[in-house]
């Protein structure tokens, strides 16, 4: 079974500031990796996720994540972060073994951005 | 463009009563789920289905039930409410087989048992 681990609980950070939020996974076979971000008093939305090819995937609004097999993680990062990047954030596991397979979510990691 | 719809969004429940959660999809995706969120312990799987007729546990299925008569509707039944059941409840629904898929999930269900 794999194992979602988001050491992090809460990280505040000054405005306009860098960013990392750490991901990390187990499993003894290929997975699939999600970013989930959730804005208060509403559900998941996906920020981002790796499938296959190149190990950096990009969002839309300036996330990063790279897929480091030999550490297994999944670290979201942003070089600038803005006060409506203020929300909490899931890093989400998929084991790639064919058919239905259940996806484990991390115990997520709340962004508070500083004014 | 409606998604996946919850209802109801805020829900206060006496100890022992039962209570029905209603989600629906309206894009015709075959996987359907319900989670619960508590703090510090992320999203846990109740219940699942992979199609019309096809359910199956999650992680923490005790005092949950579960249907799927269409493809569109995935309701959650709470038997005899407890207050270890007062949570954030989210449906969530996915297109297909391939895991790759997004998850698409409703705005959640606000539960408490008193």
């Known amino acids: 079974a794999q194992s979602v681990t988001q050491l992090d609980s809460q990280v505040p950070v000054f405005e306009e500031a860098p960013v990392e939020l750490r991901c990390n996974y187990s499993?003894?076979?290929?997975?699939?990796l999600f970013w989930y971000v959730q804005y208060p008093n509403q559900g998941l939305q996906l920020l981002l996720k790796?499938?296959?090819?190149?190990?950096l995937v990009e969002s839309i609004n300036g996330f990063e994540a790279e897929f480091n097999k030999s550490q297994t993680s999944f670290h979201l990062r942003k070089p600038s972060v803005h006060i409506s990047d203020t929300a909490e954030y899931f890093c989400?596991?998929?084991?790639?073994?064919?058919?239905?397979?259940?996806?484990?979510f991390g115990t997520g990691t709340k962004l508070q951005v500083i004014p | 463009n409606a998604g996946v719809t919850q209802t109801p969004k805020f829900q206060v429940l006496k100890t022992g009563q039962s209570m029905t959660l209603q989600c629906a999809q309206d894009?015709?995706?075959?996987?359907m789920s319900w989670y619960r969120q508590d703090p510090g312990m992320g999203l846990r799987l109740i219940h699942y289905?992979?199609?019309?007729?096809?359910?199956d546990q999650g992680e923490v299925p005790n005092g949950y039930n579960v249907s799927r008569s269409t493809t569109e509707d995935f309701p959650l039944r709470l038997l005899s409410a407890a207050p270890s059941q007062t949570s954030v409840y989210f449906c969530?629904?996915?297109?297909?087989?391939?895991?790759?898929?997004?998850?698409?999930f409703g705005e959640g269900s606000w539960l408490t048992v008193v």
């Open positions: 894009m015709n995706h075959e996987y």
């Open positions: 790796y499938l296959s090819g190149s190990t």
């Open positions: 499993s003894s076979v290929s997975v699939y």
């Open positions: 989400a596991v998929i084991l790639n073994s064919g058919g239905y397979q259940k996806v484990t």
């Open positions: 289905s992979v199609g019309a007729g096809i359910t």
């Open positions: 969530a629904s996915s297109p297909d087989r391939f895991n790759g898929n997004t998850i698409y």
